[in-house]
T-cell receptor, first 108, second 117 residues
């Protein structure tokens, strides 16, 4: 059973059309939830760390939120340059376990 | 800071050959991770080191895979013999838990794309 599940697998939006990506997790003793962005041919790039339920972090058009069982990455008025794969990861002990990601495509 | 450096960027080899992937972590980072990424399985953790010592290699798929970290600035992942199903992108990442960042994020290299024919 996957410990980190992301949905949807892929999402196509028009420029300016806001939406949310979901990350649900089943690890016990969460020691941190991370969001990364990955562009084609590159390694994942860190966006946010969330530690406790109710916490929120923002960066430009992105806002990440956390509950006890899931996290959301909200994208407000996205632009084509926001197109990428967004990866969620959780920390269990010293291991960081990734979901399979959401491929986001923003149409101009 | 140059970031995590991996080499080669691309590797094409024939089945049965030995493959060695290399990684130079960020200076001062005490954790190093090797991941493998495929479309089907996403990013899978293979092994990680703390202060050059392997801590958990439960993700290494078979005995054909081995990893070493002879010093704080270099690690290798070796596949011998390689098989077509090993084709994937292999990432190295490093992090630090010193100071006020006990849950510091991973910093990834740009990966090695391995193709085994």
């Amino acid at each position: 059973e996957d410990q980190v599940t992301q949905s949807p697998e892929a999402l196509r939006l028009q420029e300016g059309e806001s939406s949310s990506l979901n990350c649900s997790y089943t690890v016990s003793g969460l020691r941190g939830l991370f969001w990364y962005r990955q562009d084609p041919g590159k390694g994942p790039e860190f966006l946010f760390t969330l530690y406790s339920a109710g916490e929120e972090k923002e960066k430009e058009r992105l806002k990440a939120t956390l509950t006890k069982k899931e996290s959301f990455l909200h994208i407000t008025a996205p632009k084509p340059e926001d197109s990428a794969t967004y990866l969620c990861a959780v920390k269990e002990d010293d291991k960081i376990i990734f979901g399979k990601g959401t491929r986001l495509h923003i149409l101009p | 800071d140059a970031g995590v450096i991996q080499s080669p960027r691309h590797e094409v080899t024939e089945m049965g050959q030995e493959v060695t992937l290399r990684c130079k972590p960020i200076s001062g980072h005490d954790y190093l991770f090797w991941y493998r990424q495929t479309m089907m399985r996403g990013l899978e953790l293979l092994i990680y080191f703390n202060n050059n010592v392997p801590i958990d290699d439960s993700g290494m798929p078979e005995d054909r895979f081995s990893a070493k970290m002879p010093n704080a600035s270099f690690s290798t992942l070796k596949i011998q013999p390689s098989e077509p199903r090993d084709s994937a992108v292999y990432f190295c990442a490093s992090s630090s838990v010193r100071g006020a960042a006990p849950n510091s994020p991973l910093h990834f290299g740009n990966g090695t794309r391995l193709t085994v024919t």
